[in-house]
C-alpha cells in the first residue's frame, strides 16, 4: 500500500487481520527507511505498530480521543491520519513534529512531550464528554515506565474512585528510556505471566443460563467464583482493587488478541485497562536486540548494520563531562551518593553505577520524589547529586522552593538539557530554569565555558556546604579543550574577564560566549572595543564587577540562551533598581516570550535573533545612546 495515499483511519475498518498484518509490515519499513535520514524516536514506534492500527481500526478518532503517553509513540498515529508525506521534515525546522501537536491535525487531542500526563488529561475530557451528554470513547495508551510518574498514580485512584468510561492502554514493554525500576514494574512483572481469564464471563456464563431452571442461579455463582478465581489467577489484583476491569496480558503484535480485547472494553462500562505487551524495537534487529536501549531515540544509521552515523572525534558530551567528574569525586567522599530519574543512559551515568552500584538511586519517572529524596539525604550528611533534565526539574518545583531551598538543604543539581535541545521541540527546550531557580532563596546557578572549567564547577558544588548549587550544561557536546588533571574550586559568585573592551560590555554564559567573543572580534575591526565577560556564576552575580561596570558608566549588554522574563538580564536590570545606578544604558538578548518549535539549534538562533551578528548590532546601537545619557 501506498502510505502517502491515506487520508485518513477509516480505511482499517474494512480490512482484515490479514491485510493488517501486511500494512504493519509496510509501515515498519517505512519508518526504519525514513528514520535512518532523519532520526527520531524508532524503538518506541516500531513496538506499538499492531497496537496502533487496531486501536484506528476499533474506534474512530477523532470523535474517540487518542491520548498518546508519550508521544514519541505515535508516528503510525501521524501517519495513519494523513501526514506520511511529511516525514521527511520529522523533527526539523518547520517540519513534522515528533510529538502529537494540536495544530498538525484534528487527530492529535494532546499533546504529551513529557510522560505521565494522559490519565488527568483523559478524566477531564471524561468528566467534560459526561456534562455535554456526549457518547464516545476515551483512550490514554501510556507506557509502563510512564506509569510510575505520581500524577499518572494520582490520576489512576481519581479514575477508579469516580467510575468514568475510560479505556487505559497500558503498553507494557518493560522499559522507559532504559529499563524500568520499581515495585510497580514488579507488579507488572507478575501480571505478564499469569493467564487471561475473563473469557469465563461471556463463554461459561452463557453455557450456564441454558440450564432449565437452575441456570441463572448456577450463572451468578459462577460469578462469585470468578470473582475469587481471579486473586489466584492475577497476582495482586492492583488495577481491579483500584475500580478497573482489568484485561490482559494482551500480546500487542496479535491482531486477534489486540481485537478481541478492544472490543470488549469497549462494551463495558465503567473504567478499564487493557494490559498490552509489546516488544520495543519490534522488526528491526538493531533495536530489537538493544540492551542497552542505544535505540530509543537516534541519530541518522546504516540500515544494513545498525551502525550510527556520527561525527568522528567528536568532544565528550556535556553530559558525560559532568558525570565522569562526580564519579573522580566519589572515589574521594563516600557521601556522595547520585540520584537520577530514569535517566541513567541520558545523563552518562552508566560508568558511575559500574564502580558504585550502591551510590546510584533511579527512582524512576519521578521527578518530585527524586527531588525530595535528595533532600532526605542531606539532612543527614550526605552528598547528595541529582542529575536532571532541566525541563523535568520544572515538574519538581514545589520540592524545590519547599523541601530543598526553604529548608537550605545542601543538594547538588546537574541541570542537564539546559539551554536549546532543538528536534525534541518545545516540551523540552530547557530555557525557564535560569528564572525559577534564580528566584529561590539560597539557590546557587552556575554554567561553566567550557569543559576543563565544568569539571572545576562539579568540584565546587560537591565543596559547598552552604545550601543548594546547581550546575546547569547544554545538550550535545563540548568544545573539546584541555582537562586539568587536578581540580580546582572556583569562588562562588565570581566572574571571568574574557576579553578586554572600554566602549561596552557583554555579559553572557555557556553558549553563548564563544557567539560573544566572535561579536566582539568584529566590532574590533570596526573600532569598537567590547570587554566580553564570563557571567559563570547567573545566582550570585559577581557585584564587584557589577559595580565597577557602573562606575565605568558603559553601556551593558546581556545575552543568555535563556528566557529573557525574569532570566540572567533581569537580575543585572534589578542590580542597578536596587542600587541606584539611573542612566545606565542596558540592553538584553535571550529567549523571547514564547515557546520554541523544534529545528536544529543554529536554526532556531536565526529565528529569535540570538547570533553574533546581532550582538553586534545591539552594540552599535547602544554607543550613541551613552552621550544621551542624563
Known amino acids: 500500500m501506498d502510505l502517502e495515499k491515506i487520508k485518513d483511519p477509516t480505511f482499517l475498518k474494512q480490512y482484515s487481520n490479514q491485510e493488517l498484518e501486511e500494512l504493519a509490515a509496510t509501515i515498519r519499513t517505512f519508518l526504519i527507511e525514513k528514520l535512518s535520514v532523519t532520526g527520531g524516536h524508532l524503538g518506541a514506534n516500531l513496538g506499538v505498530v499492531e497496537l496502533t492500527l487496531a486501536l ?25 491520519t494523513g501526514r506520511t508525506s511529511q516525514f521527511d521534515t520529522l523533527r526539523q525546522y518547520k517540519g513534522l513534529c515528533g510529538f502529537p501537536k494540536r495544530n498538525e491535525s484534528e487527530h492529535d487531542i494532546w499533546e504529551t512531550g513529557h510522560s505521565s500526563t494522559s490519565l488527568s488529561a483523559a478524566m477531564g475530557m471524561a468528566i467534560a464528554r459526561d456534562m455535554k451528554g456526549e457518547d464516545h470513547s476515551i483512550l490514554p495508551i501510556i507506557g509502563d515506565g510512564a506509569l ?66 437452575v441456570g441463572g442461579r448456577l450463572a451468578t455463582a459462577a460469578e462469585r467464583v470468578k470473582d475469587t478465581m481471579k486473586y489466584f489467577m492475577v497476582p495482586g489484583m492492583f488495577f481491579e482493587e483500584l475500580g478497573y476491569t482489568y484485561y490482559g496480558p494482551v500480546d500487542g503484535h496479535s491482531f486477534d ?26 522488526g528491526y534487529h538493531a533495536a530489537e536486540n538493544d540492551q542497552k536501549d542505544k535505540w530509543h531515540g537516534v541519530g541518522p544509521y546504516k540500515i544494513e548494520s545498525g551502525e550510527k552515523i556520527k561525527p568522528t572525534d567528536a568532544p565528550p558530551a556535556w553530559s558525560e563531562v559532568v558525570s565522569e567528574a562526580v564519579r573522580k569525586k566519589a572515589r574521594t567522599d563516600e557521601r556522595i551518593a547520585v540520584i537520577t530519574p530514569a535517566m541513567i543512559l541520558g545523563s552518562k551515568l552508566e560508568k558511575f553505577k559500574e564502580e558504585f552500584p550502591d551510590r546510584l538511586f533511579d527512582v524512576g519517572i519521578a521527578e518530585q520524589h527524586a527531588t525530595t529524596l535528595s533532600a532526605g539525604l542531606a539532612t543527614q550528611g550526605m552528598k547528595p547529586f541529582l542529575a536532571i533534565y532541566s525541563t523535568f526539574l520544572q515538574r519538581a518545583y514545589d520540592q524545590l522552593v519547599h523541601d530543598v531551598c ?86 562562588i559568585g565570581s566572574w571571568e574577564v574574557l576579553k578586554e573592551g572600554t566602549h561596552a560590555a557583554i555579559l ?49 549588554l546581556t545575552v543568555e540562551e535563556a528566557i529573557l522574563k525574569g532570566g540572567f538580564g533581569s537580575g543585572v536590570l534589578e542590580f542597578v533598581e536596587e542600587h541606584k545606578y539611573y542612566g545606565q544604558i542596558i540592553e538584553r538578548m535571550g529567549i523571547p516570550d514564547k515557546y520554541i518549535e523544534h529545528g536544529s539549534v543554529k536554526d532556531l538562533y536565526q529565528e529569535i535573533g540570538l547570533t553574533q551578528e546581532e550582538i553586534q548590532n545591539k552594540v552599535k546601537e547602544m554607543l550613541p545612546k551613552k552621550k544621551q545619557r542624563a
Open 56 to 80: 484506528h481500526a476499533v474506534f474512530e478518532s477523532p470523535k474517540d480521543k487518542l491520548l498518546f503517553d508519550v508521544g514519541h509513540q505515535s508516528y503510525i498515529h501521524k501517519i495513519l
Open 148 to 213: 510510575t510518574g505520581g500524577m499518572a498514580l494520582e490520576a489512576l485512584n481519581h479514575i477508579g474512585d469516580e467510575k468514568k468510561n475510560i479505556i487505559v492502554i497500558l503498553n507494557d514493554n518493560e522499559m522507559s528510556i532504559a529499563h524500568n525500576v520499581g515495585a510497580l514494574h514488579n507488579v507488572l512483572g507478575r501480571m505478564r505471566s499469569a493467564k487471561k481469564y475473563h473469557w469465563v464471563k461471556d463463554e461459561m456464563e452463557w453455557l450456564l443460563k441454558r440450564i432449565p431452571a
Open 257 to 282: 488478541d489486540l481485537m478481541e480485547n478492544l472490543q470488549y472494553a469497549k462494551k463495558t462500562d465503567g473504567p478499564v485497562l487493557i494490559h498490552v505487551m509489546t516488544q520495543k524495537g519490534k
Open 406 to 491: 526553604r529548608q537550605n538543604l545542601n543538594v547538588f543539581f546537574g541541570v542537564d538539557r539546559s539551554g536549546l535541545v532543538g528536534a525534541d521541540g518545545e516540551t523540552h527546550q530547557g530555557v525557564f530554569d535560569v528564572s525559577f531557580l534564580r528566584s529561590l532563596p539560597n539557590m546557587v546557578v552556575m554554567m561553566a565555558k567550557d569543559e576543563n572549567e565544568g569539571q572545576h564547577l562539579v568540584h565546587t558544588a560537591l565543596e559547598y556546604n552552604e545550601g543548594p548549587i546547581a550546575l546547569r550544561y547544554a545538550r550535545g557536546n563540548g568544545l573539546g579543550v584541555e582537562m586539568d588533571k587536578e581540580f580546582n574550586s572556583i569562588p
Open 508 to 556: 553572557t554564559f555557556g553558549t553563548t560566549i564563544s557567539m560573544a567573543l566572535e561579536a566582539s572580534k568584529a566590532l574590533e575591526k570596526q573600532g569598537i572595543h567590547a570587554k566580553v565577560i564570563n557571567a559563570r556564576f547567573i545566582k550570585p552575580m559577581d557585584e564587584a564587577m557589577l559595580h565597577d561596570l557602573m562606575t565605568q558608566g558603559v553601556p551593558i
